[in-house]
């Protein structure tokens, strides 16, 4: 199985900020990676997938990006509907489907 | 537009059983495979299980093989998770969410709104 590992657990940023959120799988993914972003009592909506891919209307400040198994969320600048938490999942090697822990966004 | 729709959650004593069903609208559901993934209060998310889009093969969690059942009715445009044998461990919110990709398996691009379990005596 492969273990997914996201850090920091909780990012403390500031309206209008950049955030940098990172997740690390414990074998090669190739680029089978999607983001996930969940608000409270809300579902998780796709954000990213094929590491780097934009789904349907997420807006430009999100982005992601890739180095061998490291993966990195970026926010360009923070919006008030963007604190929430954050999740990583692997869609190469399964079953299991696997996610990261989740990192928390939280407002500064 | 997409839509899933979860429901048959509720409070359940452990070793007793419960079935949810999650109801598909704005796709082909017969053409993706469909996923149940839960959340246990204040955790993250645990995938669960998986049909492809025949409902011919099927995968399941370690931790829930053997007691949960997953299967679908293209004809109803429906999904099912049978949970039997239920512990105090599977009390969470479960998702119903679609595959991307048509006929096999990748990420999940729409999810429902999620049923709570809880396993209690």
């Known amino acids: 199985e492969i273990v997914m590992t996201q850090s920091p657990a909780t990012l403390s940023v500031s309206p209008g900020e950049r955030a940098t959120l990172s997740c690390r799988a414990s074998?090669?993914?190739?680029?089978?990676l999607a983001w996930y972003q969940q608000k409270p009592g809300q579902a998780p909506r796709l954000l990213i997938y094929?590491?780097?891919t934009r789904a349907t209307g997420i807006p430009a400040r999100f982005s992601g990006s890739e180095s061998g198994t490291e993966f990195t969320l970026t926010i360009s600048s923070l919006q008030s509907e963007d604190f929430a938490v954050y999740y990583c999942?692997?869609?190469?090697?399964?079953?299991?489907?696997?996610f990261g822990r989740g990192t928390k966004v939280e407002i500064k | 537009q997409v839509q899933l729709v979860e429901s048959g959650g509720g409070v359940v004593q452990p070793g007793r059983s419960l079935r949810l069903s999650c109801a598909a609208s704005?796709?082909?559901?017969?053409?993706?495979?469909m996923h149940w993934v839960r959340q246990a209060p204040g955790k993250g998310l645990e995938w669960v299980a998986v049909?492809?889009?025949?409902?011919?093969?099927?995968y399941y969690a370690d931790s829930v093989r053997g007691r949960f059942t997953i299967s679908r009715d293209n004809s109803k445009n429906t999904l099912y998770l049978q949970m039997n044998s239920l512990r105090a461990e599977d009390t969470a919110v479960y998702y119903c969410?679609?595959?991307?990709?048509?006929?096999?398996?990748?990420?999940?691009?729409?999810w429902g709104q999620g049923t709570t379990v809880t396993v209690s005596s």
């Open positions: 969410a679609k595959d991307q990709i048509v006929g096999s398996y990748a990420f999940m691009d729409v």
């Open positions: 704005g796709f082909t559901f017969s053409n993706y495979g």
């Open positions: 049909i492809s889009y025949d409902g011919r093969n099927k």
């Open positions: 074998q090669s993914v190739s680029s089978n």
């Open positions: 094929g590491a780097s």
């Open positions: 999942q692997q869609y190469n090697n399964w079953p299991p489907w696997t």
